[in-house]
């Protein structure tokens, strides 16, 4: 269920290239899409699912990020409502001079839950890509939020490959600052293929709220006990987070190795969802 509401603050977000609204509202049991604005390049897709929450899925008529492109998406989720964010596939970042970017800013309410899942970043040879996501949360709001990045097209020769790259993530509860997560990987500071050795995958995902604490608490004892391999495939820490909110971060020598534990991890959120969004990936 989507519906184009007339209002001046959608309108004026569309009137800007890249730019979308989401707005997530509860009806009864089920989470519904109250607003769905985007503005070419951006696409914004609402699948049906099994389950009660609402799902979107980002894309763009480009196929990923050209130089240039700024997107700049808004997501409401209102009291009690439960919403998923995810891609279709990898986001692909084409070679270019050009910076291209993306902004996330979402606000999420009283006992509401929002998950943001994408594939992994996939930068291309000689592009440069910058991404800010901001997340406020009522006292009760929960969120799960998921950033990886793949090294490039790594049989085509193209590793570590990129110009630039930095991601930032920013939770706040109430005014108070829960997480500031910010990786930068530019060539000038370094060879990032050798400083990522053989590891072709990071990945981190950040979890807080209430509803989350005690399957965050139980992630953070259980990595925390894990042993370390020598020259393993993988590598995976947890660290706690304020208010009791947990960390994760994985380097792995392929995404499909990422994506089997990402998917192990966070298994807990199948049954609040009501359906499982990773069911037909990795």
Known sequence: MILQLPQAESD????????????????????????????????????????????????????????????????????GAKALLATQASTKIYRSEQLSSQTICATVGEDALLVISPDPVVPFASSSFS???????????????????????????????????????IICRQGRTLAFESLRLNPAEGSISNRMDRFNTLLCAMISGPALAEDAARLLAEI???????????????????????????????????????????????????????????
């Open 224 to 282: 925390s006990a894990m042993p370390l391999q020598r020259r393993g495939d993988m590598v995976v820490t947890a660290s706690a987070m304020k208010e009791s909110g947990v960390l994760l971060r994985i380097g792995a020598v392929s995404p499909e190795h990422a994506g089997r534990a990402l998917r192990q991890y966070l298994s807990f959120l199948c049954p609040l969802l009501g359906d499982d969004p990773w069911s037909r990936k990795w």
């Open 12 to 79: 004026q977000q569309a009137r800007a290239a890249g730019s979308g609204l989401l707005e997530f509202c509860r009806y009864g049991e089920r989470t519904v899409l109250r607003q769905s604005v985007a503005k070419s390049p951006l696409k914004l897709l609402n699948p049906k699912n099994h389950g009660n929450a609402a799902w979107v899925y980002m894309s763009s008529y480009g196929g990923g990020f050209l130089g240039g492109d700024a997107f700049r998406l808004d997501l409401n989720v209102r009291e």
């Open 131 to 169: 991404q800010r996501q901001t997340f406020h949360l009522n006292e009760r709001a929960n969120l799960v939020v998921v950033d990886w990045l793949n090294a490039g097209r790594w049989a085509c020769g193209e590793r570590w490959a990129f110009d630039h790259y930095q991601s930032q993530i």
